[in-house]
């Protein structure tokens, strides 16, 4: 069976803007006792499918570029616990059909 590793991915948060929901990189620095994103450090990423916070995820043209290995994957956002805040987001990774055909024939 083949095995393959969860890409390493740098800290995400999703921006909300309009109809579109998009995911962004941020660095963030502890200012006065209170941990707040250093301006001009966020980058697009991603968009999510639907402008929802939760679900699929499209990389960008240069992030897919720099993360190859999320080609072979379907990258979902979902909520750990859909109660809670939306701070317990996560990324999930499921084989993309095509890769899992390329799997299984191999097999």
Same mark, same amino acid.
């Given at each position: 069976?083949?095995?393959?590793?969860?890409?390493?991915? %740098? %800290?995400?948060?999703?921006?909300?803007?309009?109809?579109?929901?998009?995911?962004?990189?941020?660095?963030?620095? /502890?200012?006065?006792?209170? *941990?707040?994103?250093?301006?001009? *450090?966020?980058?697009?990423?991603?968009? $999510?499918?639907?402008?929802?916070?939760?679900?699929? !995820? $499209? /990389?960008?043209?240069? @992030?897919?570029?720099?993360?190859?290995?999320?080609?072979?994957?379907?990258?979902?956002?979902?909520?750990?616990? %859909?109660?809670?805040?939306?701070?317990?987001? !996560?990324? *999930? @990774?499921?084989? *993309?059909?095509?890769?899992? /055909?390329?799997?299984?024939?191999?097999?």
């Amino acid at each position: 069976m083949a095995v393959m590793n969860i890409p390493k991915l %740098p %800290p995400l948060k999703h921006v909300k803007n309009g109809k579109y929901c998009y995911l962004v990189t941020f660095k963030n620095v /502890w200012l006065d006792g209170k *941990s707040v994103t250093v301006p001009g *450090s966020t980058k697009t990423v991603g968009k $999510i499918e639907g402008g929802k916070v939760v679900g699929k !995820v $499209i /990389w960008t043209d240069a @992030f897919a570029a720099e993360h190859p290995e999320l080609e072979a994957l379907d990258a979902y956002r979902m909520l750990k616990n %859909p109660d809670a805040p939306q701070a317990n987001a !996560v990324i *999930s @990774f499921v084989l *993309s059909r095509i890769m899992r /055909w390329f799997l299984c024939v191999r097999c």
